[in-house]
Structure formats: structure tokens, C-alpha cells
């Protein structure tokens, strides 16, 4: 019986909730969290470019990763102005901040788009 899904699609697919779950343990037993304040979507990004990368090019032959790193440097443009337009003074450490964890929430929402997007075009 052959499977519409291959085997390393399904891990490609839920590897991110994996990896964000084991990080997370990794970051806290390590105690990586009090020298650095690290956190595990901090360490996710890069694995979040590289799957927007792989499936977009699985979808659409095209790679959204370009179109998507230029939105996120607009956002940061946006976010640096709005920071210094709020407080009068740029603070890199907490644009830094803000700029990072923004990039987890939008990485991680066009991922999992794209895997619907996946989803959808294997089964119909």
C-alpha cells in the first residue's frame, strides 16, 4: 500500500513542535537560560528558514524564503522607527528583542501555513 504522505514529509511537517518542546528542556538543564536568557523559539528561527525554504520549493517550485526575509526586515525597519518615535532613544537590546521574537511568531505561522498549503496540494 502506497502512501500519499512520505515518511520524511510527516517528520519535516512536525519537527519544529518537536524541536521547540526539546529545546526547551535542553536550554533549562543546561541553565542556559540565566547566563544568556536563552529561550527555544530563540534557537528555532534558523531551522523555521530553511523548512520556509524546503517547502515552499516542495509546493510551488519557487522559494518564498526571499519574499519572506524582506517582509521581516520591513517589520524591523517599522519596529526600529516606532521604537524611537515612542521612547526618543533606540535601546538595541530591546529591539533586538522584539525584533526576534517577532521573527519566531511570523516564521512559525508561514511554516505552518505552508505545510497546510503542502497538505492540501498532496491530497487533492
Known amino acids: 500500500m502506497k502512501l500519499p504522505i512520505a515518511i520524511e514529509e510527516v517528520i519535516l511537517y512536525l519537527l519544529p513542535i518537536f524541536l521547540l518542546w526539546g ?74 528583542k522584539i525584533f526576534w521574537r517577532f521573527t519566531f511568531i511570523s516564521s512559525f505561522f508561514v511554516y505552518y501555513v505552508l505545510v497546510i498549503i503542502n497538505l492540501v496540494t498532496t491530497f487533492i
Open 23 to 96: 529545546l526547551g528542556k535542553l536550554i533549562h538543564k543546561g541553565l542556559l537560560v540565566l547566563k544568556w536568557n536563552l529561550k527555544a523559539p530563540d534557537l528555532l528561527v534558523p531551522f523555521l528558514f530553511v523548512g520556509i525554504h524546503i517547502l515552499s520549493r516542495l509546493s510551488f517550485s519557487v522559494s518564498w524564503f526571499p519574499y519572506f526575509a524582506i517582509f521581516i526586515l520591513a517589520v524591523g525597519i517599522a519596529i526600529l522607527i516606532m521604537l524611537a518615535v515612542k521612547k526618543g532613544e533606540i535601546l538595541y537590546s530591546q529591539f533586538f
